[in-house]
């Protein structure tokens, strides 16, 4: 069964920087697009940003596009995501997921199983 693990996440100032990372056990990247997703007290699961299984074509949701980047190295079988111009309200918490389109439908549930996810916290 395959498990994510995203990591990376920590207490930063708005305007900020943070680096996440999203690995998996028994399953390799290679051949799905990958996205994150974030998830808010008291809010519905949010798309944030997703990259082709080549990294050839990425999507960002309006929120985060400008301050964000995806970005994925098959070889390693890990997924990034850099976030920078951090703001309060981008705290959450954040998941990654294979998906089955670019951009990943509203209903969009991941292919496996979601992780634990990484907390981001932003400070204002």
């Known amino acids: 069964q395959v498990q994510l693990v995203e990591s990376g996440g920590g207490l930063v100032q708005a305007g900020g920087s943070l680096r996440l990372s999203c690995a998996a056990s028994?399953?390799?990247?290679?051949?799905?697009?990958m996205g994150w997703f974030r998830r808010a007290p008291g809010k519905d699961r949010e798309f944030v940003a997703a990259i082709s299984w080549n990294g050839g074509t990425t999507n960002y949701g309006d929120s985060v596009k400008g301050r964000f980047t995806i970005s994925r190295d098959n070889a390693k079988n890990t997924v990034y995501l850099q976030m920078n111009s951090l703001k309060p309200e981008d705290t959450a918490v954040y998941y990654c997921n294979a998906v089955a389109t670019m951009p990943p439908r509203p209903n969009e549930n991941g292919y496996w199983p979601w992780g634990q996810g990484t907390q981001v916290t932003v400070s204002s």
């Open positions: 028994g399953r390799t990247f290679g051949g799905y697009a």
